[in-house]
Structures are given as C-alpha cells and as structure tokens.
C-alpha cells in the first residue's frame, strides 16, 4: 500500500510539472529580420525589421564600418543556408571597411537596439558569415543604457573563411544559429535601452586581428566582410506588477527603491514614466506604491 500511494504522488508531481511546463508562457518575438526584401539594393528596407511587437522601434546600426548592399552586378548577398527564403529570394546583410590592423579591437560591428519593455527572458539570435580576410575572433555583448557601457557575453571564433556559423560542422561551421541567452543577465529585462552588438576583436593569441582563413589566408583586412542574416530578439511577458515594480517581481519594495537610486539621473532600468531619464517622478511613483503586492 505504501509503494502504490508512493506511486501516486509520484504521478501527480508528474502532473503537475506537465502542466506547468505546457503553461509556460511562450516567447514573443520582439524584433526580426531575414532580409529576403524584393530590392535588396533599397537600404531602408533592408534595415527595417519584418517583424516584432517592436518593428517600429528597433534598428540596425554599424560603428567603424560599413554596410554594403550591392553584391558589384545590382543584386544582393546570398543569405544564411539556414533562411529558408521567402519567394525564392534569400539575402542578407553584408558589412566591411573595417578597422586597419591593431585599431579599435571591440568597437567596430552592427548594432542592433530593440526596446524589451515589458519582457523578460531576453534570447538574441543570428547567423553570421566570415569572409576569408575577415577578423576570426568576434565578440556579442550587449548594453542596458542605451551603449554608455557594454557587457561581453560571448567569443565567436570562425572556423574557416567563406562560412556561416550555421554552415554544417563538415562544412566549416557549427551547424547552427548563434543563440544568446540573457534572462539572467541584470537589467536586460524590462528596458528601453536595451541593445546588443558584434564587434571584431583581436586575436586572445596574438592581440592583433587575425584572418578567418588563417593560414591559409596569411593576411587579415579591412575589406574583409562579415554578413549578417536572421538576426532575432525573443522575450517573455512580464506579469503585471504594481507601479513602481522596477524588477518585474510584482512586490514594490527596498529592491526597487534601491534601483532607481543606482540609476538615478540616467537612462535605462527605473524610468518607470518612459521620459528618458531616472527621476524623482519615478522615485515617486515607488514610493507612493511602495509595499504593493508583496
């Protein structure tokens, strides 16, 4: 008898955790972009995202270096062999001029801002390809307060020239999207300020840049080109919390007080009003609600 009862419990727990997992909340696409546009030549299109709650905010940038949308015979690049294209086209975003040898290591490469106000459980996603002068070694980092500071989160490193990291590992590649996960990174969640880049860096071995191709490629370049394609930020919605919940966990409390004084005066985690800055009116707001919900 007690075996069977200890089946039972054991077989509700299963239940249960059944029930949780398929209640889960599923996650939202926040911004998207394959590039597959009908003229890839047309530069506004290309950098406007197809889809996300929000499209309309988001944008692609670039530091010290630029983008290239003419592939010389007025067509686009050739996308990511894990786009599936839409209406036959498969394009992507290509990007060169990069830095000479030994400048500006972490600096150069897109930037993509795309607000995660109110949502949690941030992942980023994309496919990149190294041309065989390109720098080897990149690095994904991400910012909460609009670029003043950025946090490194991951080191990608080609295996060979003239691949995507999604390329098959017998190919050269990984045999897979980039996929970065940020939920338990600070002050990602719930932030208009919130951006992320891909920036060439040196190589740890050397400290200069080294080619994707080495050795067979000797000689790093600046005309070497990295491409983009299916670059994606997904989130969860946060449940709603009182106002003045500045850490999403629906009890206003010293946490959240503490937040907005570590923040006071800038941009990002705090400004409760979306004015643009951390104030006293989002001071307010937590201390006119403080205790709510906990």
Request: aromatic share 10%.
């Amino acid at each position: 008898m007690k075996g069977y009862r200890t089946f039972r419990a054991l077989s509700a727990l299963g239940l249960v955790i059944t029930a949780m997992t398929v209640g889960a909340a599923q996650p939202t696409q926040l911004a998207f972009w394959d590039f597959n546009e009908s003229n890839p030549l047309d530069q506004a299109a290309m950098l406007t995202p197809e889809a996300g709650v929000f499209a309309a905010q988001a944008q692609i940038s670039i530091a010290l270096a630029e983008f290239r949308f003419n592939n010389n015979n007025n067509t686009g690049f050739v996308g990511s062999p894990l786009d599936p294209g839409t209406d036959g086209r498969d394009w992507a975003l290509q990007t060169t001029e990069y830095p000479v040898q030994g400048q500006n290591p972490g600096q150069a490469g897109i930037v993509v801002s795309v607000p995660t106000t109110g949502y949690e459980n941030i992942v980023v996603k994309f496919d990149v390809r190294w041309s065989n002068t390109a720098s080897r070694f990149l690095a994904v980092e991400y910012t909460t307060d609009g670029g003043l500071n950025w946090t490194r989160v991951r080191t990608l490193q080609a295996r060979r020239g003239d691949r995507w990291h999604g390329d098959s590992v017998a190919n050269g590649g990984y045999g897979e999207i980039v996929q970065v996960d940020l939920s338990s990174a600070s002050g990602v969640s719930n932030n208009a300020q919130f951006a992320f880049r891909v920036v060439t860096i040196f190589d740890p071995n050397t400290g200069q840049y080294t080619p994707a191709n080495a050795p067979n490629s000797p000689n790093y370049t600046p005309q070497g080109t990295l491409r983009y394609d299916l670059i994606e930020v997904l989130g969860t919605p946060i449940p709603s919390g009182p106002p003045g919940d500045v850490n999403g966990d629906r009890c206003v409390n010293d946490q959240d007080l503490l937040l907005i004084l570590l923040n006071f005066g800038n941009p990002g985690q705090g400004d409760l009003n979306n004015d643009g800055t951390v104030n006293d009116q989002d001071l307010l707001i937590v201390l006119l609600n403080f205790g709510q919900g906990c």
